[in-house]
């Protein structure tokens, strides 16, 4: 019998083969291939930090030499000590604290006000506004350069740390990526709800926008800190060696006939480590906060 001369009935009948479906709450499990890649790729990117120790733990001597050392020496902390004395990092590490940390706060405030509004706020020309924020991205820095210099002294403020400071209070990468996740993780009704029951503007975006916004502005301050901690072109020209931040500290300890090598690995180790120690201390929160924002969204 083919299977046009079956009746309804008969096709009723006859029984479905089940369909593999995965459990909920299932976990997949990683094979022996996915283990060797990811240690592979582990290893790939330690290799500088773990190279920076080994270098800034031997002798300058011992650096020229072939082949090069392999393992930590003894001498970590000494040079350690004479790139801190040599590039007065005590003054350049409170400088990066308070420019990188008024930075991220700024951002991570102002990029999520500007992002919420373009996200979720209904306004005349809101479309070219955002299109041309998204366009100051295409600028390259290099061209401000000049022209901010000029600002920055008419206002007095050369070799002062609101020099760096004040062009960075926010950024368009930071208003557009807070705005594209504002868009899928913020419900409308939400906002409208809460303007309902009363609620002014300055409570809604504090009591709705930044509890919803709250991953993706961990995740923005931390990319936010390590930009201003590492930034060295814009500070190089606005501040000098009396008023350094960490990168243009370190910039002195190359300078000279014959540079220290060990001692220039060094001062590097030492101003990694503030971003180290960060992300050790809040890198699950962030990642947490990640899975929590894309469970949510």
């Given at each position: 019998m083919t299977t046009s001369e079956l009746t309804l009935p008969q096709l009723r009948k006859e029984p479905r083969r089940p369909r593999r479906v995965m459990g909920a709450g299932?976990?997949?499990?990683?094979?022996?291939?996915?283990?060797?890649?990811?240690?592979?790729?582990?290893?790939?990117?330690?290799?500088?930090?773990?190279?920076?120790?080994?270098?800034?733990?031997?002798?300058?001597?011992?650096?020229?030499?072939?082949?090069?050392?392999?393992?930590?020496?003894?001498?970590?902390?000494?040079?350690?000590?004479?790139?801190?004395?040599?590039?007065?990092?005590?003054?350049?590490?409170?400088?990066?604290?308070?420019?990188?940390?008024?930075?991220?706060?700024?951002?991570?405030?102002?990029?999520?006000?500007?992002?919420?509004?373009?996200?979720?706020?209904?306004?005349?020309?809101?479309?070219?506004?955002?299109?041309?924020?998204?366009?100051?991205m295409m600028i390259p820095p290099q061209l401000a350069v000049v022209p901010l210099y000029l600002w920055m002294s008419n206002l007095g403020w050369s070799n002062q740390l609101q020099t760096v400071i004040l062009p960075t209070l926010v950024t368009a990468f930071g208003t557009f990526f807070m705005r594209q996740y504002l868009v899928q993780a913020l419900p409308t009704e939400l906002i409208e709800a809460a303007r309902v029951d009363g609620a002014s503007s300055l409570r809604v975006v504090w009591h709705v926008v930044f509890p919803a916004a709250r991953p993706a502005m961990a995740v923005l301050g931390l990319l936010t800190f390590v930009f201003a901690w590492n930034d060295f072109l814009w500070p190089i020209i606005a501040l000098n060696q009396q008023n350094p931040t960490v990168q243009v500290a370190l910039n002195s300890l190359g300078t000279g006939y014959v540079p220290d090598q060990a001692v220039i690995m060094a001062g590097a180790l030492l101003g990694t480590l503030p971003l180290l120690i960060a992300f050790v201390l809040f890198g699950k929160q962030i990642v947490g906060g990640i899975m929590q924002g894309a469970i949510k969204g």
């Open positions: 299932k976990q997949l499990h990683a094979g022996p291939v996915t283990y060797l890649v990811l240690t592979v790729f582990a290893l790939v990117s330690l290799a500088p930090l773990v190279w920076t120790a080994v270098a800034a733990s031997r002798t300058d001597h011992r650096l020229a030499e072939t082949p090069p050392p392999l393992w930590f020496g003894g001498n970590l902390f000494k040079n350690m000590q004479a790139a801190w004395d040599q590039a007065g990092l005590g003054t350049a590490m409170f400088n990066s604290t308070v420019v990188a940390g008024t930075i991220t706060v700024a951002t991570v405030l102002f990029s999520t006000l500007a992002g919420f509004a373009f996200a979720k706020l209904r306004f005349r020309f809101s479309s070219v506004l955002l299109l041309l924020t998204i366009g100051t």
